[in-house]
C-alpha cells in the first residue's frame, strides 16, 4: 500500500502573514509541491486566521480543480458552525476534525471519542452527506477505536506529536512506534482506514510506514517546511515521498 503525502501549507501561510504582502505564496508553493508528487494539500483554518486565511481557501481549491484535479483537498478544524461553513463552501475531499480549543497553538490531543460521540456522529454524517471523506483526530490509544468506528468516520488520522518530541530517545521511539502501530491496527479491525500526522520528518517516518504497513497517508507541515527552507520545496516533497516508501 502506497503512503500518500499530503502537504500543510499552514507554516507556509505563517510565514507569509509576517507581512502584509502576497509572498510567499500559499498557492505557488502548493503548485511546487504537487509538482513533486505530493498527493494533496492540507490546511488547518483557525478562527484567529493566524496563517490560513478563509480567504485561501477558494484560491487553493481552484488550484487543485484546475492544474492537479487528481489531487486532494484535506481541510482540518475544530467543527464549529463557521467551520462547517467554510466547509461546505470548499468542498473538500477530505475533512479532519480535530478537538482543538481556538486558543491552541498547535494540535496536541486527539478526540475522547466516548464523550464527543453525539456531536461527532452528528458531525460526521453531516459532512459524508456532502461527500467529503471524514477523517477524525486520535491518541494512540487502541480502546478507543471502537467509539471513534461508531461516529461513522472513514479514517482516523494518529496523533503523532509523542512520537516526534522522541527524536533523540531511541528506546522511546520504539515504544511510540508500537502504541501508534497497536492502535492502526485497532482501527483496522473496526474497518477504519489510518492516516497520520504531526511533527513527522524524513527521518522518523520509515520507522513508522514499516510499522504501520496499510497507513494511507501522512499529512506534514512544520517539519517539511523547515526542510523547504534548505532544500526548495520540491527536492523536499521528493525527499518525504521517498521516506513515505514511494518509488521517486
Known amino acids: 500500500m502506497t503512503v500518500e503525502l499530503s502537504v500543510n501549507l499552514n507554516a507556509v501561510a505563517m510565514l507569509r502573514n509576517r507581512r502584509d504582502l502576497p509572498w510567499p505564496s500559499v498557492t505557488g508553493l502548493g503548485r511546487i509541491a504537487l509538482q513533486a508528487g505530493a498527493h494533496g494539500l492540507t490546511v488547518h483554518?483557525?478562527?484567529?486566521e493566524r496563517h490560513i486565511r478563509f480567504s485561501d481557501l477558494p484560491a487553493i481549491r481552484a488550484l487543485i480543480d484546475e492544474e492537479f484535479p487528481e489531487a486532494e483537498f484535506n481541510i482540518e478544524g475544530y467543527p464549529s458552525s463557521e467551520f462547517l461553513d467554510l466547509v461546505s463552501e470548499t468542498r473538500p475531499e477530505q475533512v479532519t476534525l480535530v478537538p482543538d480549543d481556538p486558543s491552541q497553538p498547535t494540535s496536541d490531543h486527539g478526540w475522547d471519542f466516548e464523550a464527543n460521540a453525539e456531536l461527532l456522529t452528528a458531525v460526521v454524517a453531516q459532512l459524508k452527506g456532502e461527500g467529503a471523506r471524514v477523517s477524525l483526530f486520535a491518541d494512540a490509544d487502541p480502546a478507543q477505536m471502537s467509539a471513534a468506528a461508531a461516529t461513522?468516520?472513514?479514517?482516523?488520522?494518529?496523533?503523532?506529536?509523542?512520537?516526534g518530541g522522541t527524536h533523540d530517545d531511541p528506546s522511546?521511539?520504539?515504544?511510540w512506534i508500537e502504541k501508534l502501530g497497536a492502535t492502526a491496527d485497532a482501527a483496522l479491525d473496526f474497518g477504519l482506514g489510518v492516516n497520520a500526522g504531526h511533527d513527522l520528518t524524513v527521518a522518523n517516518l520509515p520507522p513508522l510506514v514499516a510499522r504501520i504497513a496499510s497507513l494511507a497517508e501522512v499529512s506534514i507541515g512544520h517539519g517539511l517546511t523547515a526542510d523547504a527552507l534548505e532544500y526548495g520545496m520540491a527536492e523536499t516533497v521528493r525527499r518525504f515521498r521517498?521516506?513515505?516508501?514511494?518509488?521517486v
Open 45 to 48: 483554518p483557525r478562527p484567529d
Open 152 to 163: 461513522g468516520c472513514d479514517r482516523v488520522e494518529l496523533y503523532t506529536g509523542p512520537y
Open 172 to 175: 522511546a521511539a520504539e515504544a
Open 242 to 247: 521517498r521516506a513515505c516508501g514511494q518509488a
